[in-house]
């Protein structure tokens, strides 16, 4: 992934924020209702929601400064950050065949 593109700097932000969702399930909330350490989720939560702005301004900035950027595109990313798992799902169906030069014909 190259950070210094557009497409480069969604897909990062993607995954990470992926990621970081996981880290806010499984490990930050049993830690806060098991082993009763609210700071996980403090600390992994705010991580996550800034995260979660940053891919939104990413696809935002790709939809205003690239030529060839569809609005749909933005709007499969802006979705599927709003649901569970869902930014892994649009990274493997809309991003990273796009980034292997696959063109696609979103619905």
């Given at each position: 992934m190259n950070f210094s593109t557009a497409l480069g700097r969604v897909r990062l932000l993607g995954l990470i924020e992926g990621w970081s969702f996981v880290l806010l399930i499984?490990?930050?909330?049993?830690?806060?209702?098991?082993?009763?350490?609210?700071?996980?989720?403090r600390?992994?939560?705010?991580?996550?929601?800034?995260?979660?702005?940053?891919?939104?301004a990413a696809a935002l900035?790709?939809?205003?400064?690239?030529?060839?950027?569809?609005?749909?595109?933005?709007?499969?990313?802006?979705?599927?950050?709003?649901?569970?798992?869902g930014p892994f799902i649009v990274e493997a169906k809309v991003l990273k065949p796009l980034a292997n030069g696959v063109r696609l014909r979103l619905p």
């Open positions: 499984f490990i930050a909330m049993p830690l806060k209702y098991l082993a009763d350490q609210p700071m996980a989720v600390i992994v939560g705010m991580a996550h929601g800034v995260l979660f702005l940053l891919l939104i900035h790709a939809q205003v400064n690239e030529d060839k950027w569809p609005l749909k595109r933005t709007i499969y990313i802006i979705l599927g950050a709003l649901f569970p798992f």
